[in-house]
């Protein structure tokens, strides 16, 4: 498949109320996916609605209220209201932009969306869909910039989590609005910025990764350094949201481009099977994945990378190797102690059940390879 292209990107504080202005809406029948509920509480809702309807032919709301499962999908791509629809526009987390997505694509498909996803159904995306727009609520997925929708669902008895993917499928414009941003609640902040540090990590370190992959993640691991904790221990700073939210725009591209690896391989697998948030996976899994990854790597260019993301996330340069290298690992240890539910358990009430839970992860595109022992001791140890 081809390289991912960039979404025309706008950032503006206040610019959802603009978007009239931004993006072409005249007579368009407009499809809103959104979260549940949460943003109809803002203030400035109701103004963004008749802003919209005094342009648009219509504006229709579906609302998203979970991680997206195929039959909330379904529910609305096989709507016959919808037949009609010019243009979806998703505003919320990674889920509601997922669901915008696959629905923008489905609307055109007119199939259930297990047929097309990846590993479960055996049809091909033809890759058509509607003009789409995205606008994160939260910075931490960054399916604002990639080509794929996560999707949960069931078959013959066994949960799964998988992708509907296709090149085609990236948006077509992103706004990000400050003004959404600092509405974000302090577990999602947490969570989310633990995803898009996940990410850019991992994708830098990548098997895959490229140049442009390297430049972007790089600048998304400084905006990382400058601007995370400051969003938590100060939530209003339109300026720190801003950073995360480009730094999440960024993770997204280069995850679409170069791949992930071991932490988002078992992260993604977890949540197939626990009802634990993937950016609370993520976190919980993040600094002992890569305590292991560094004590197994040996090839020079790669513990070089490891050194220059501690040094984005110090903000400074650091002449020890070994102490940037270690500056990286002291980061991600810290900031993932701001989860309050810090172990797998707390999110589940059951038994530990490491033959399913080591069933089917991949190491996709990690710079080693850790071994079945390995994993089993990181799982027991974040149990």
Known sequence: MKSSLMPAL?????????????????????????????FEKWDRFDFFIKKIMSVAGSVSIERVGREPE??????????????????????????????????????????????????????V??????????????????????????????????????????????????????????RAPL??????????ISQLVEAFTSTKANPTTDALALKGLSLVGEGFELCITNPESHCAREKMALAAFYSGYALANAGLGIVH?????????????????????????????LQELAEPGLVEKFAQIGEAFAGRRIESRQEAVDCFLEYIKKVSGYLTLSRISDYCAVELDFEKISKGFSEKNSPVSLSQDCLSRIIHEIW
């Open 10 to 38: 706008v950032v503006q504080q206040g610019g959802l109320v603009e978007l009239p202005n931004l993006y072409n809406l005249d007579g368009k029948k407009i499809l809103l996916v959104i979260g549940d509920r949460s």
């Open 70 to 123: 195929c039959e909330d999908v379904d529910s609305i791509a096989l709507n016959r209201l919808y037949r009609d629809i010019d243009l979806v526009i998703g505003i919320g987390g990674g889920s509601v932009i997922d669901v915008a997505k696959a629905v923008s694509a489905m609307l055109i498909e007119q199939q259930e969306i297990v047929n097309f996803l990846e590993g479960i159904g055996s049809a």
């Open 125 to 182: 995306p033809s890759g058509r869909r509607l003009p789409l727009i995205a606008v994160p609520t939260t910075s931490g997925t960054g399916s604002e910039a990639t080509a794929n929708s996560v999707i949960k669902g069931v078959k013959d008895g066994e949960a799964f989590k998988r992708s509907l993917r296709h090149v085609n499928y990236i948006p077509d414009f992103v706004l990000i609005d400050s003004e959404l941003l600092v």
């Open 187 to 196: 577990a999602v902040t947490i969570n989310s910025g633990l995803d898009a």
């Open 265 to 293: 391989g078992v992260a993604g697998h977890l949540g197939g099977i626990f009802p634990i948030p993937h950016g609370a996976a993520c976190g919980i899994l993040l600094y002992p994945v890569f305590r292991e990854i």
